[in-house]
């Protein structure tokens, strides 16, 4: 499966975006999948997960709250609604696709990154 991110940018602190994922070919729900961020200087950290039908979701604490991971099997596509930005949210954001529901399972496919920008 290849996935494709976009909607990144650079948005004040206190303000929102909307990352989309689209999956090629008719993935539908057949992966789980979650969205991970890497900053500067940091490891990779998983930010959200969703499972296949989309009915569970979990968060990082650090974005718990203000994050919200959605999916629409029948458009292929995942979603990450991020509010109440923070400074400290400023990374690359990826969408990666897998096979078990985990925040800390491995995930075998990944999209390239869409850049995060939070100014303070």
């Known amino acids: 499966v290849q996935l494709q991110a976009s909607g990144g940018g650079l948005v004040q602190a206190g303000g929102s975006l909307r990352l989309s994922c689209v999956a090629s070919?008719?993935?539908?729900?057949?992966?789980?999948m979650g969205w991970f961020r890497q900053a500067p200087g940091k490891e990779r950290e998983i930010v959200a997960a969703?499972?296949?039908?989309?009915?569970?979701?979990s968060y990082a604490g650090s974005v718990k709250g203000r994050f919200t991971i959605s999916r629409d099997n029948a458009k292929n596509t995942v979603d990450l609604q991020m509010d109440n930005l923070k400074p400290e949210d400023t990374a690359v954001y990826y969408c990666?696709?897998?096979?078990?529901?985990?925040?800390?399972?491995?995930?075998?496919?990944w999209g390239q990154g869409t850049l995060v920008t939070v100014s303070s």
């Open positions: 070919g008719r993935t539908g729900s057949r992966y789980v």
């Open positions: 990666a696709a897998g096979d078990y529901y985990s925040m800390s399972a491995s995930y075998g496919y």
């Open positions: 969703i499972n296949r039908s989309g009915g569970s979701t």
